[in-house]
């Protein structure tokens, strides 16, 4: 018989999710004669079948499967994105125990996943730097929601595609939230300006556990190290006025969005592949890109910059920025 077709059945279970049961059921008996217990046989085939729920724990290699437990359990809908642990959460009517920091995802196969972050003290800045890292990709197919509405899509997501400073600003308050400190970094070339890469957005982060500042790339997926230390940002800038490299600390594997368009189609992913294939390129353009850099405070910026470098800050950044020589800066934003 004709509603037999598998095909059939599949269009029935993709026009259920688009429209509705009544919808999709009143237009599938008219066009193909099936019945309403037809109906619901392949819906519970679907949901028993194909909507299987699988929880995976991620990994610096690739996701792991996390198998369920017995106890009892929050579910994962009460629980926000970043939770302190280890804890016991229910998903699907199952329970699963969460016992190393870092990113987990619960999904229902074909339907949806939801993200979580386990982190285990007030010190555990780094399992949200990693996991936030590894949900973005370069982008911008996502940059016109709300900074609410991202808060939103990192839960939901497997990825959001963002650019650099569309990420800083949504770890800033996804930081904000878990009880972490950040500002955002505003670097700037001084050399000659085209379309693409005068500058970046970064993140700077207080470790509690050093005491310190760090500066995050959470966009390019990096933190940096110099003679076994961790960097900020103001020791970044000095690393690139004096061309000294330092070790580039991975926080995710990055991905670019292939789908980066211009209006006019052509594609960013394709120009970034090719200027920043491996570490010795991304360091010139590093080099290239943090020749001056700046903290927001209120609306504006307030760059590292004096005599020609402050020119040129102006020139670029307009009434958005304010300039202090070194040793002012340094005393303003590291004491």
Known sequence: MKNDFFEIRLGFIYRVKEEGWEQAFSKYKKEFGISESTAK????????????????????SGPETIKSAKGKAKRIEQLPLVVKGPL?????GAVYRIEREGLYRFTIMTKSVR????????????????ALSLIQIHG???????????KNLVLSRYWISLTCGDIAALTQKILEDAGFKSRLVSALTTRSWNTYNNGHVLLEVFFPSLSGWVLTDIDMGYIFMQNGALVSAIEFYRCVKENRQPDFVL????????????????????????????????????RRIFQTFGMKENNRFIYLAEGNDAKRV???RGHYAKVMPEKE???KFYG
């Open 41 to 60: 046989k392949w819906w519970k085939w679907y949901e028993k079948e194909v909507c299987v729920p699988q929880v995976c724990y991620e990994t610096d």
């Open 88 to 92: 016991m959460v229910e998903f699907n």
């Open 115 to 130: 993200n979580l972050i386990m982190v285990i003290d007030e010190n555990s800045v780094m399992p949200i730097l990693k």
């Open 140 to 150: 911008n197919r996502d940059q016109n929601f709300s900074l609410e509405e991202k």
């Open 251 to 286: 926080l995710s594997k990055k991905e670019i969005d292939p789908l980066w368009l211009e209006s006019n189609g052509f594609s960013y992913s394709h120009m970034w592949r090719t200027i920043v294939t491996h570490i010795p390129s991304k360091w010139m353009w590093y």
């Open 314 to 316: 102006f020139q670029y």
């Open 329 to 331: 800066f340094q005393k």
